[in-house]
Each structure stands twice: as C-alpha cells, then as structure tokens.
C-alpha cells in the first residue's frame, strides 16, 4: 500500500491583518453615509446557531450576500492631476465583524490599481493590478475588519473604459474570524522552540511554513499545505481534504493565508493558551485551478493561480509513496478550522 507521509506540529492561529504600505488620497472628502451601498442587517447570534451543528467539515464564518454591482458604473469618479482618474465605491453590511468580497468580472488595464480598505484606514488590502487578472475573471479577497469598506479604484483617464469591475458577492462575518481564533489550551503555538522549552519544535520549521488557512467562496475555511511535486519547481500545488469540499466550481474562490500564526509562544493549558491571538493575515494568494481529489483517502489537490511571493519565505512540503509506517508523526493545523 502506498502512502504519503506529511509532518505536522499543532499550532494555535488567529486573525489580525497588519496594514500593507500603499497609496490612497487621504486629501480626497470623505465619504458619507449616502455615498454607501447599504444592505440589510444581519443578526449575528441567528446566523451562529444556524450554523453550529453543521456537520461537512468546514467552519462556516460568513453569510453570503449576493448583489450585482458594476464599479466603474456605480462608483463616484474623481478628477486627479496628470489626467488621472479615481473611482471610490462604499459599501455596508451593517454589525458584520469583518467583510470580504467577490468579483465575477475582474480585469484591469496597465494603468489600474486597486485597493479595498475599512471606512478608518486601519485595516487595509492592496494594490491589486492587472497582474491578478485571471483567465476565470474572478477576485476573491481577503477579509476586511468592521462592517463599512471602500473599494477605490485609480487609473489613468485613457484606460477608463477597459475596467472590468462586478461585484457579486459580499461575505457578512457573523462570528468574528479575525479576532477569536477559540482554540483549545492544549496546543502548542509553533512560535515555541528551545527559548520556551519546546526544542522539538525547532527541527519542523521548514514544514510549518509550508501549513495555510484558507477560505472558500469568502464564507467557509479549511486547512491545507504547500506542496512539492517531483520536478521540484515550485509549482504552487496545494493539498487539503476532500472534506473541505473544494471542487472545479469554488476553487478560484480559494483565498490562502500564510505564516498564520501567534507572535509569542503560550504554554499550553495556561491561561493565555486557547484564549485571543495576536497573528497576521497580511500575506496570501488569491485563486485557484482545481486537479484532483479522491474521498476515500480524503485529500484534494489544488494550483493556484499566481507564484508563491517570495518574501513569504513559505516552505514546499515534501512527500515519497514508500510502502512502510512512519516512526512518528505530528500535526500542525489552524485549531478554529477544520
């Protein structure tokens, strides 16, 4: 019998993105309260209890909200200097924890940026460009906390009418991911090593940097790992579970967070331990293409659509098919998702 021998080590994660350095116009007036697309509310203790006891294996965070909104038509254009232009397009989801968002039609011309930020400027994703437009023509973004966001769009005055920019789908965070991971005090945060008194830690830091979070359709999250294939070329292959439900229809929803994890080490079934974490979400890809998966062994294989950033430092995760047990294992995971 073959199999696939993965080394793991559990890990305790949480949510807090940390502002990337980008360029919006502070100058330009601020937005009121007419200038947003406002949905209805959402009540956040209904929607948990429907949705505790579901049972297929994902942790279901976001209500989907389904709309059809062309930016470039909708949004309120801006006269810059050097004939440029700027498209500013609010919306609100009121009491959702954070939001992220769906494009079923995403192209930008050369000239285009994108960013999407909460109404205060403190949590922040972006610049997207024409280097994320894909052949599927979706969008999938990262969350973004609180319930009021801008997408603001800047452009040359030339390239105006090459947008392709629908929104069709706005994610309701009901539970609060991004900020109560509500893991259990007995795991270990891999930040622990030999300074804590964890050195069997240290010998595993190659594979905990190939783990990933991950989010489907911006409503449900799951676990995987970067994966090697026998070229060694750095193809992004991701492994994850059958049971995460990935398929050909919702892989270019997959949004993947590295380097997900607590900045300091808790000793496990401590006080702190279990209890609100401190880490990033400030580095992912966004995309996929779907290549396999089988139930019975409970795997799926995924590529997503663009290279690894190297700055990540992620790691790709090695595998044999040697007919023999491993000595030992051990598992490094997200304990808030499945």
Known sequence: MRQFTFLLFLVIISLDLDAQSFKVHAELDPLDQSDFYSLPPLDNQELAKKYINRKNGVKKFAEARDVVIDVALKGEWIDLPDNKLICRQAITSPNAYSINLGFSKFKLPPSAVLFIYNYDKTDLIGPFTNMDNDVHLQLWTPIIKGDKIVIELQIDKREKGEVELELSRINHDFVGISFDPQSQSCNLDVICGAADGWPQVDQYREIISSVGAYSINGTDACTGVLINNVRKDCRPYFLTANHCQLNQNNAASVVVYWNFQNSFCREPNSSESGGLGDGLRNQFNSGAQFRASFEKSDF??????????????????????EDKKPQRSVCIHHPALE
Not at 312 to 318: E, I, K, L, Q, R
């Open 300 to 321: 799926a294989l995924i590529e997503l659509d663009d290279p690894i950033d190297p700055s990540f430092n992620v790691y790709f995760a090695g595998w044999n098919i």
